[in-house]
């Protein structure tokens, strides 16, 4: 009988830093306890053949690793392209069956895509290269795949997040060389519990929103002749603001601004944390929220008027809140889930609260893995 491997890779938060890493920032993310997994057998052919529950199968011939334009933005695409990055590492590969499941919920910004490829990383690195690539490269080729063959400019935390494990600080200031630093806190002990709830927005037909911001930001850079606003020096920035508005506009200089503050907040976050001053933390994960829906802009698609679920879901969540705990936008944005520290003591009261309203199952109780 065929000996069947087990892999998983986990799904990821972002605790801090909205829209940062693809402009070489900071984050401070987490892998949490909804991951994907496999069974996997070597099928002693050149295909591999991966069968996702409520999915249709998906098959890869290891002799055709190149970019196909009509798989872009299909599960195949990753495989191939995370496959490709191997192979171009020097690894043999071989065809092999998995098949996979997952307790990731799709479109709820737990980055279940970033779990698939970080999954496929670590099935091809078990497999045929020994575990002899890192968590971080393992990342890298995960961000590759989704940008060069699934065609999304996505940035490198999500990957990172999953493939690293725990509650991380990223720096990409440098994202061939990333500066990763595990934070050891445990946010129960502090009495919140961490929760998504599900907007019920789509992100279908979202890709133009979510491609403007790092365009924007880029233009930016690209005026002061850089090419991310990592580089860009701050007070230059401000010191030319009149000339900035007019050459680029309004809404990139304000999602610049919120780039400069929201790279900084991160620090102050994982200081707040280092220090055990859970009070302050929670103060900037407001901030954060409050500059995503000033600056960045990313909660409500333009021209939206009767359907705005994002911006509902945060004004609900914080007058459930009622000015305990935090609420923020999480991950992309536009749609998809809200992050929120609730008081443990008022966790169900504000889960049976928010499904009142939004509905049963919209509210998920996060934990910290790895």
């Excluded at 007058?319 to 609730?342: D, N, P, Q």
Aim: aromatic share 8%; charged share 20%.
């Amino acid at each position: 009988m065929d000996k069947t491997y087990h892999f998983f890779a986990p799904g990821r938060t972002e605790i801090g830093g909205n829209h940062t890493d693809h402009q070489h920032g900071r984050v401070l993310a987490a892998a949490v306890d909804m991951e994907t997994t496999a069974e996997v057998t070597l099928n002693g052919t050149n295909i591999i053949r991966v069968d996702s529950a409520g999915y249709r199968p998906v098959e890869i011939d290891l002799s055709a690793l190149t970019i196909r334009e009509e798989e872009k933005n299909t599960t195949a695409a990753l495989i191939r392209g995370v496959a490709a990055a191997f192979a171009q590492r020097g690894y043999k590969l071989a065809g092999f069956d998995a098949k996979v499941s997952s307790t990731v919920l799709p479109g709820s910004g737990l980055s279940s895509s970033a779990a698939f490829e970080v999954l496929i990383g670590r099935i091809l690195n078990g497999l045929f290269a020994d575990n002899a690539v890192s968590a971080i490269e393992i990342a890298q080729i995960g961000q590759y795949a989704e940008n060069v063959y699934f065609s999304k400019p996505s940035g490198l935390m999500d990957q990172m997040a999953s493939s690293v494990g725990g509650l991380v600080f990223i720096d990409f200031v440098d994202p061939k060389r990333p500066i990763v630093e595990k934070i050891d806190h445990d946010f129960a002990h502090c009495g919140y519990t961490l929760c998504i709830i599900d907007s019920g927005a789509d992100h279908a037909d979202l890709t133009a929103e979510y491609a403007a911001i790092p365009a924007e930001m880029k233009n930016v850079a690209a005026y002061f002749e850089k090419d991310v606003l990592r580089d860009v020096d701050e007070q230059e920035f401000y010191a030319r603001l009149a000339d900035v508005r007019k050459a680029i506009g309004d809404r990139a200089v304000l999602r610049a601004m919120h780039f400069f503050d929201e790279n900084r907040r991160v620090q102050m976050q994982v200081r707040a944390l280092k220090n055990d001053n859970f009070a302050v933390f929670l103060n900037y994960v407001n901030e954060s929220g409050n500059a995503s829906w000033e600056l960045l802009q990313n909660i409500t698609p333009l021209g939206a008027t009767a359907h705005q679920e994002m911006a509902f879901t945060l004004a609900l969540c914080r007058k459930l809140l009622g000015g305990e705990g935090a609420v923020r936008v999480h991950g992309g944005g536009f749609a998809g889930t809200v992050l929120a520290f609730v008081p443990s003591g008022k966790f169900a009261q504000f889960r049976a609260d928010v499904a009142s309203v939004l509905g049963d199952d919209c509210c998920h109780e996060l934990r910290i893995t790895g």
